[in-house]
């Protein structure tokens, strides 16, 4: 069973940063991609970066030069750190574990953290 769980969310202002945290339970966490993805109200869940276990990351073209993502596979943990953030940036933030076999596909999620980010 994985579970995940997400911390440092909260309320900052216009270019300000935050770092957000994913602790993970399971054995899976080390060998498989995780993620973090982002829904604001009334839109679509979408990927913000994703860290394959070498260490290889991906960014969604919003995020790109002001978000990082980070793993610690020996603490199971991921984090992102986000930096010059924008009110668009605004959304609950979710971490997620990708499946395995099916690599570009989230298997398992955390309940999410909220960022609300005003001008």
């Known amino acids: 069973q994985v579970q995940l769980v997400e911390s440092g969310g909260g309320l900052v202002q216009a270019g300000e940063s935050l770092r957000l945290s994913c602790a993970a339970s399971?054995?899976?966490?080390?060998?498989?991609?995780v993620a973090w993805y982002r829904q604001a109200p009334g839109k679509q869940r979408e990927l913000v970066a994703s860290?394959?276990?070498?260490?290889?990351?991906n960014y969604a073209d919003s995020v790109k030069g002001r978000f990082t993502i980070s793993r610690d596979n020996f603490k199971r943990t991921v984090s992102l750190q986000m930096n010059s953030l924008k009110p668009e940036d605004t959304a609950v933030y979710y971490c997620?574990?990708?499946?395995?076999?099916?690599?570009?596909?989230?298997?398992?999620w955390g309940q999410g953290t909220q960022v609300t980010v005003s001008s």
């Open positions: 997620a574990l990708h499946d395995y076999y099916d690599v570009d596909r989230p298997a398992y």
């Open positions: 399971g054995s899976f966490f080390s060998i498989n991609v």
């Open positions: 860290i394959t276990n070498g260490g290889s990351t």
